[in-house]
Each structure stands twice: as structure tokens, then as C-alpha cells.
């Protein structure tokens, strides 16, 4: 996971760098994703993907179900990567203002995803990374209720990034 967090902000990194550089960067939604209410709450299910994708190594039973896992997530970061040079996305919208734990958490994500940096290709991908490496470990009433909170996060990915 350290390895993996590492490549991780290096090239998260150098593509919000250069990224930075672009003179025109353009922005693009549909016109009912303005109807879209805001809600700071959206912003917990948004940032659990990352607990998910950190404790998803602990989930591997062996050696070659990490080195899979493993190689799924660099494929995935370097995809990501190059959608984010290749069609980078400008925020539009004005965000109210939020204070306490959420307003915590949006100042995380305004440090981590700079204003040419709109599309969650990234946290999709690790939700289906992570969403296969969790998908048979917990039985019963906890892997049901697993299996809803993650299909809770995709749109929420979204939601949080327009709202």
C-alpha cells in the first residue's frame, strides 16, 4: 500500500502540475446537473472510497492475488493519469461555503484535486478495484450492506464533483 500511495501522489502530482499549465481549460455538464442539490454530507461515502482502497491490500490471501490487485491499481492509476492530461476538466460551479468535519474534508479535496482536475476517473476505477478485492470477504447482512454502500459511492463521485 505505501508503494502504491506512493505512485499514487507522484503522478496524481505531476498531472495536477502540468495540468496547471494549460491555458484553456474547458468545462463540460449537462445543464440538469445544476438541479443537482448541494449537500456537504455527500462529501463521508466520497472520501470512505480511500479506507476502502487502503485496508483492500489486507484483503489479498496470497501473493498473487496482491500482485494482481496491485497491478490493477497502477493500470488504473496510469489510465486515470492519462484521461486526466488528455481531457482535463475545469470546475464551474460555486460551492457554498462549509464548516466543520465536512468543511474539513472539502479542504482536503480542493488540496488533492486542483481546478483542472474535475473528472473522478480515478476514484471510479478504485471503487471497482476495490469493489472486486471486497465483494466475497464479508457473509450475510455485512456483505449486503456492503454491496449497497458501494453502489452508493459512484454516483456520489460524481455528485461530489459538481455540487
Known amino acids: 500500500m505505501l508503494c502504491l500511495g506512493w505512485l499514487f501522489f507522484l503522478v496524481y ?5 502540468f495540468a496547471s499549465r494549460f491555458a ?4 463540460y455538464y449537462y445543464a440538469w446537473e445544476r438541479q443537482i442539490p448541494f ?5 463521508v461515502p466520497y472520501f470512505t472510497i480511500d479506507l476502502f482502497y487502503a485496508g483492500s491490500v ?15 491499481t497502477v493500470t488504473a492509476i496510469v489510465i486515470s493519469a492519462a484521461g486526466f492530461l488528455l481531457f482535463p476538466l475545469k470546475f464551474v ?10 468543511g ?21 476505477s478504485w471503487l471497482m478495484i476495490v469493489r472486486i478485492r471486497y465483494a466475497n470477504r464479508p457473509a450475510g447482512l455485512w456483505r449486503r450492506a456492503l454491496h ?3 453502489a452508493l459511492i459512484k454516483p456520489v463521485c460524481r ?5
Open 159 to 163: 455528485a461530489a464533483q459538481i455540487a
Open 104 to 124: 474539513f474534508f472539502f479542504a482536503l479535496l480542493e488540496g488533492i484535486d486542483k481546478p483542472s482536475n474535475r473528472v473522478a476517473l480515478l476514484r471510479v
Open 93 to 102: 460551479f460555486e460551492r457554498p461555503a462549509v464548516a466543520g468535519v465536512h
Open 58 to 72: 489486507f484483503f489479498c490471501r496470497d501473493r498473487r492475488e496482491l500482485n494482481t490487485h496491485a497491478t490493477r
Open 24 to 27: 484553456d481549460v474547458p468545462s
Open 39 to 43: 449537500d456537504s454530507a455527500l462529501i
Open 13 to 17: 502530482g505531476l498531472c495536477n502540475l
Open 148 to 150: 449497497v454502500w458501494f
